[in-house]
């Protein structure tokens, strides 16, 4: 079993950054990809970004590549998403989320963190 803990979400005027932190307990060393979602409301939860254990390898949805940087630390207990030029189509509920293995689904998730951005 793993658990997720985000923080960091807030409101923010446009143009400006957050950063996300996932804090991971458990055995977040055991899983397979690691990664942020969001939802904004009336829409279907997206992915974000993610990256694999294995080789770091990372994935970007198209409308936050160049803005949004996923990371993590060496422990493997933590993620971090950071948001910069932030815009008022970023509005959204973050999740943090973990997958086990290359064959499940998304199967760990956080309770979300709002993110507000003003224009």
């Known amino acids: 079993q793993v658990q997720l803990v985000e923080s960091g979400g807030g409101l923010v005027q446009a143009g400006g950054s957050l950063r996300l932190s996932c804090q991971a307990s458990?055995?977040?060393?055991?899983?397979?990809?690691m990664g942020w979602f969001r939802q904004a409301p009336g829409k279907e939860r997206e992915s974000v970004a993610s990256?694999?254990?294995?080789?770091?390898?990372?994935d970007y949805a198209n409308s936050v590549k160049a803005r949004f940087t996923i990371s993590r630390d060496n422990a493997r207990t933590a993620i971090y998403l950071q948001m910069n030029n932030l815009n008022p189509e970023d509005t959204a509920v973050y999740y943090c989320?973990?997958?086990?293995?290359?064959?499940?689904?998304?199967?760990?998730w956080g309770q979300g963190t709002q993110v507000t951005v003003s224009s």
């Open positions: 989320a973990a997958q086990s293995s290359s064959w499940s689904g998304w199967n760990y």
């Open positions: 458990g055995r977040p060393f055991s899983m397979y990809r």
């Open positions: 990256f694999r254990w294995s080789d770091l390898t990372t």
